[in-house]
Nanobody, 124 residues
Framework: QVQLVESGGALVQAGGSLRLSCVASGGTISTYAMGWFRRAPGKELEFVCGINSHGGTAYCEASVKDRFTISRDNAKNTVYLQMDSLKPDDTAVYYC?????????????????WGQGTQVTVSS
């Protein structure tokens, strides 16, 4: 059973940057597509970015695509989310997720494994 642990969340000022990490244990993620989701206070879970199993294809939602970058290092069993030019609207709990589907998927029900989340707070 793959377990995912996120880290890197913090309180940051608007315009700042953070890099989130998601480390997997209990199995390799090299055959899984990986994604980042977020849940802002009072809102639904939202897909942010996804990457296919070998890292050749990545996709981010329009609201973040010019500011966020997803990447992965399969040798380290780790996925990253680089977040630049952060805005207060980016405040949320960020979750890492893994899908047995190898291509990029955006639906939460396409993901099989989830981390516990890491809090990102952006102050204005």
């Amino acid at each position: 059973q793959v377990q995912l642990v996120e880290s890197g969340g913090a309180l940051v000022q608007a315009g700042g940057s953070l890099r989130l990490s998601c480390v997997a244990s209990g199995g390799t993620i090299s055959t899984y597509a990986m994604g980042w989701f977020r849940r802002a206070p009072g809102k639904e879970l939202e897909f942010v970015c996804g990457i296919n199993s070998h890292g050749g294809t990545a996709y981010c939602e329009a609201s973040v695509k010019d500011r966020f970058t997803i990447s992965r290092d399969n040798a380290k069993n780790t996925v990253y989310l680089q977040m630049d030019s952060l805005k207060p609207d980016d405040t949320a709990v960020y979750y890492c997720a893994g899908s047995k589907i190898r291509t990029v998927v955006r639906g939460q029900y396409d993901y099989d494994y989830w981390g516990q989340g890491t809090q990102v707070t952006v102050s204005s």
